[in-house]
Nanobody, 123 residues
Framework: QVQLVESGGGLVQAGGSLRLSCAAS????????LGWFRQAPGNEREFVAA????????YYADFVKGRFTISKDNAANTVYLQMNALKPEDTAVYYC????????????????WGQGTQVTVSS
């Protein structure tokens, strides 16, 4: 089993920044990729970014390119999502996920999920 714990969400004004963290523990050797998804009320869960567990090959959804950066601290086994130039439409619950495929952009490709962290961007 793999445990994923997100942190770092909150309330920020449009144009501001937040950094989300996802600490991985347990049988992480079974993972090949780690990803971030988000889900706004009434919407489906959508892919944001992914990275190999080696910390290489970042991969992004088109709508976050140039604004969000995914990275991984291998020593801490933690993946980060640095979010800059935030917009009100970025408001959602953000989830960390781990799985055996890369790049995996569908929720069904991931086996493990964190509990989610709320990001709210005010206009």
């Amino acid at each position: 089993q793999v445990q994923l714990v997100e942190s770092g969400g909150g309330l920020v004004q449009a144009g501001g920044s937040l950094r989300l963290s996802c600490a991985a523990s347990g049988r992480t050797v079974s993972l090949y990729g780690l990803g971030w998804f988000r889900q706004a009320p009434g919407n489906e869960r959508e892919f944001v970014a992914a990275i190999k567990v080696s910390g290489t090959a970042p991969y992004y959804a088109d709508f976050v390119k140039g604004r969000f950066t995914i990275s991984k601290d291998n020593a801490a086994n933690t993946v980060y999502l640095q979010m800059n130039a935030l917009k009100p439409e970025d408001t959602a619950v953000y989830y960390c996920a781990g799985g055996g495929f890369f790049p995996a952009v569908l929720p069904a490709h991931y086996d493990y999920w964190g509990q989610g962290t709320q990001v709210t961007v005010s206009s």
